[in-house]
């Protein structure tokens, strides 16, 4: 089957063997009812002019000269309706992302097959070897003989896998039963990272505010800032309502004062005040490093209703792994395990299923000394505390290690306290 890269440039005559012109460009428009997009118009260029002509003008495509089936000046002229894929503009070179292999590639070449009396794009070529057809003249590429017939090289990506971006800046492959919303967080983040600045605000203009969110939490917030530049107030004020309050603060810190402000101002009003709160601390106290969303309940409460309400709590809460358990003046006085919480009679009281010698953290104590305490007792997370006992958020392990533990390695752990 023919590649479009040694289509483009060749000699187009007429059917009195006139030449017409070259071959500038290939168009082709997708169908709801068809996988792969139909080859419609031709671009020949003489000179500095350029006509577009329907396809079936061609008596031949796929040839050293291409032949119409017309004289030159009966030929008909295609009017572009804005809706066709120009394959050597809008494909070619632009990369796409394979959800299978979690990574970006770029479209070095385009097959082409044909169905009846039409052309088709059948298949993308990522390999390099589709590099060197396009760089290569045609009689150094024979000494390399293309995969055998049915048998597609490593590298080939069927066309019903690729879906254009809006604008046709870029293509991203699709792959049946999956979306790129099924990825995880952290190889979105690395796909992210490998794209260039327009075709990632693309990408995330696709994304809904939740997984924008978990995305800017796998990379660093001066990274974050910038991924967000081109993005509206009130997405990204979204986006930082879905973002933990210690990592939303954390990227606001990045931001101008201004636009800072002017983002909290779009946001929900408690929200935003937990926000504010944690801007006031030093960056590396604890008060800078907590997050203000952990699960509480009441002495009082059985362990049966403490799960009860775990349930309905636990989607808002940064880890379940702890329960703390606060006076209703909010003094935090006990903690448990969700393992302990589980096995306990549910009738029995979380009073006395509670640890009660706790290890905690001040609001302006340094980060290094949380991190000892963290590694000291090998704790997924550490609440902080007023002078007067009173909880007022949690440190993550990663948080608190953050000094100790590169970034790269540290986004690399398991992150069991999630």
């Known amino acids: 089957m ?105 479209v070095n070449d385009l097959e082409l097959a044909r169905v009846n ?41 069927s066309w019903d896998h690729v879906e254009l971006l809006a604008g046709g800046q870029s293509v991203r492959l699709k792959v049946p039963g999956k979306s790129i919303s099924d990825l995880h967080p952290a190889d979105l983040a690395a796909i992210i990272s490998d794209l260039t600045k327009p075709e990632s605000d693309q990408l995330l203009q696709t994304l809904d505010p939740e997984m924008v969110a978990e995305t800017l939490e796998e990379v ?38 201004e636009r800072s402000e ?8 408690e929200e935003a005040e937990d926000i504010r ?22 002495p009082k409460l059985t362990a049966g209703a403490t799960i009860a309400e775990l349930r309905r709590a636990a989607r808002e809460a940064e880890t379940i792994y702890y329960i703390y358990v606060i006076e209703p003046d909010g003094r935090l ?18 009073s006395e299923i509670m640890h009660r010698r706790l290890v ?7 980060q290094d000394a949380i991190a000892q305490a963290v590694s000291k007792y090998n704790l997924l997370a550490i609440p902080v505390v007023d002078e007067r006992g009173r909880i007022q958020g949690i440190v993550t392990a990663d948080d608190a290690l953050d000094k100790i533990i590169p970034t790269a390695w540290k986004r690399k752990l398991p992150r069991l306290y999630h």
């Open 220 to 257: 660093e917030p001066d990274f974050q800032v910038s991924l967000l530049e081109n993005m509206t107030d009130d997405k990204v004020a979204d986006v930082l309502e879905e973002m933990a309050p210690d990592e939303a603060a954390d990227l606001l810190g990045e931001m101008p004062q």
């Open 2 to 106: 023919p590649y479009i890269s040694q289509l483009l440039g060749r000699p187009v005559v007429d059917v009195e063997g006139s030449r017409v012109g070259i071959l500038r460009e290939i168009l082709a428009a997708a169908r709801a009812d068809r996988t792969h997009p139909e080859i419609i118009a031709l671009v020949i260029r003489r000179g500095s002019e350029e006509k577009i002509i329907p396809a079936s003008e061609a008596a031949v495509l796929v040839a050293p000269m291409i032949p119409l089936n017309k004289r030159a000046r009966d030929l008909s002229a295609y009017p572009p309706s804005g809706q066709e894929i120009y394959l050597e503009r809008d494909v070619l070179d632009k990369q796409i992302i394979d959800i299978d292999g979690v990574r970006v590639v770029r």
């Open 117 to 157: 009396e039409g052309y088709y794009v059948a298949n993308v070529d990522v390999s390099s070897r589709g590099l060197m057809r396009r760089l290569l003249p045609s009689w150094l590429m024979r000494l390399f003989p293309e995969p055998a017939s049915g048998r597609p090289g490593t590298g080939i990506i």
């Open 333 to 350: 006085t006990g903690v448990l395990s969700l393992r302990e919480l589980v096995m306990a009679d549910p009738q029995k009281p979380v």
């Open 360 to 366: 905690t953290a001040r609001l302006n104590e340094s």
């Open 277 to 298: 709160r944690l801007l006031s601390y030093p960056e590396d106290s604890g008060g800078g490093l907590m997050n203000t969303e952990f699960f509480a309940v009441s």
């Open 262 to 269: 002017e983002l909290l101002t779009l946001m929900h009003r």
